[in-house]
């Protein structure tokens, strides 16, 4: 799997692999669908993250022998100073462009994808997978409460919500749902400014929305955080624990 920069798990009876690569989100979560409303965060200290990488790899021009490729990612070291060296091998590779990626991808996960986030929530989180992208909407870390759940009565281009919100002047807003069949969608939000309980949509959402799932609310200026998930453990009956990592799809640009 690594040499795809992929990962191996097993799920539903047999083995599955997902490689890190953009990808579209496939699901949200905010205060409302989770234990306790509350997102656990853990990250590691910027001055002992790597931002040298020795990356190994077989030259095929040399009888396949080992050679090392040098990656440095320069703007930290001028930023941080030299912190300390990562060695890595990338397995089966043969070029050197490609181990040259490696120790790209290597360093930038690194230094900008290093904040670990952890919840607890229902059946729901059976749905995400490992490698797939979500969505958080965190009034404690955003500052502003963006997310809830979704009341009856809502139609597919006009949604209930839970709590009021407040559509300022001149700013464009989106509005993320989770749909009957657990899909995510989003959509651009139509209604006037001011204090609003119902939202319209300018398009219709394809599918119709479940009754108590979530909505999240963003604009320009307070966007959900963007996270991979890297493990999903049901801890008893009924109830799932998500760990998560950063995600930054620009990496890939």
Known sequence: ATVFRGISYWASGSIAISQDSPKPVTYQFNNSNVENGVFERAGSNIKTRHNVALVTWNDPSDMYKQKIEYVEDFSVIEKMGYVSESEVAAFGCTSQGQAHRYGEWLLYTEQYESEVMTFTTGAEGAIPMP??????????????????????????????????????????????????????????????????????????????????????????????????????????????????LSHQPSKFD
């Not at 509005?175 to 309980?197: H, W």
């Open 131 to 244: 490698n797939d992208i979500i969505q958080v909407s965190d009034v404690y870390h955003a500052g502003e409460r963006r997310g809830g759940r979704v009341l009856a009565g809502s139609t597919t281009a006009s949604v209930k919500l839970d709590s009021p919100v407040v559509l300022a002047v001149g700013k464009i807003y989106n509005l993320s749902i989770i749909d009957v069949d657990g899909a995510f969608q989003s959509k651009p939000v139509s209604s006037a400014a001011g204090t609003r309980s119902t939202v319209t949509v300018s398009t219709a959402f394809t599918k119709a929305i479940a009754e108590n799932s979530t909505w999240i609310l963003s604009d320009a200026a307070l966007q959900p955080e963007t996270l991979r998930v890297v493990g999903v453990e049901e801890s008893e009956a009924g109830k799932y624990k998500i760990a998560c």
